[in-house]
């Protein structure tokens, strides 16, 4: 079964230090990665995404994401990390054998304290 | 211009009851989506249309019937309301292929 993992529910940071949100998923055929926002009381905005290519995928507000094929990761992370970051965070995947069906981590609240 | 937008934002009403979410997107996508969060804010999707052809229908009580009368509209009616249906009901569009979903920003269901 597909299943996309998020190990943390919650990370907590200092502004202006780098932050990480862990992702792994388990999909069937080729990997294609997302990374979305969730702002309280609000829709899912899409930060990047990764489909082919560069391992490394830059995305909205400074955020970027590494992935790693062997370890079956895709880690979010941001140098310098804004008060204004803090929100639930969703890793969500699918395979190349089914694109239609997105399936989404449990999320992480990224908590970035001043 | 709002992309993909979702009425009513809010709902309450009380168990048996029959309600229904309209949704509507304008980014000329082929492909819309329902998904349920949960209270633990947990995502899954329940169903997904192309082009008015339904194409994922999870596991989902026959309660739950989802409509679409042109590739921009997406509704979802539900029957004989339940506290478990209880959740923010998310609406979604894309385009056909491993491409981004657009959200909309959601219909808080609250059955008491």
């Known amino acids: 079964a597909q299943s996309v993992a998020q190990p943390e529910d919650q990370v907590n940071v200092a502004e202006g230090n780098p932050l990480t949100v862990k992702c792994t998923y388990s999909v069937s055929g080729n990997p294609y990665l997302f990374w979305y926002v969730q702002y309280p009381n609000r829709g899912l905005q899409f930060l990047l995404k990764y489909i082919t290519g560069d391992n490394l995928v830059k995305g909205s507000y400074g955020f970027e994401a590494e992935f790693n094929k062997s370890q079956t990761s895709f880690h979010l992370k941001k140098p310098s990390a804004l008060v204004s970051d803090s929100a639930l965070y969703f890793c969500?995947?699918?395979?190349?054998?089914?694109?239609?069906?997105?399936?989404f981590g449990q999320g992480t609240t990224l908590q970035v304290k001043p | 211009d709002t992309a993909v937008s979702q009425t009513p934002k809010y709902l309450v009403t009380q168990m048996g009851n029959d309600k229904s979410i309209k949704c509507e997107q304008n980014?000329?996508?082929?492909?819309m989506y329902w998904y349920k969060q949960d209270s633990k804010k947990f995502l899954k999707i329940m169903f997904s249309y192309n082009n008015k052809e339904l194409i994922i229908n999870e596991t989902v009580p026959n309660r739950f019937s989802p409509k679409s009368p042109d590739k921009a509209h997406l509704n979802l009616h539900i029957n004989s309301l339940e506290l478990g249906d209880s959740a923010v009901y998310f609406c979604?569009?894309?385009?056909?292929?491993?491409?981004?979903?657009?959200f909309g920003e959601g219909s808080r269901l609250t059955v008491l």
């Open positions: 969500a995947a699918h395979g190349s054998s089914n694109t239609g069906k997105l399936i």
């Open positions: 980014l000329g996508h082929d492909t």
């Open positions: 979604a569009s894309s385009q056909v292929g491993p491409g981004e979903l657009f």
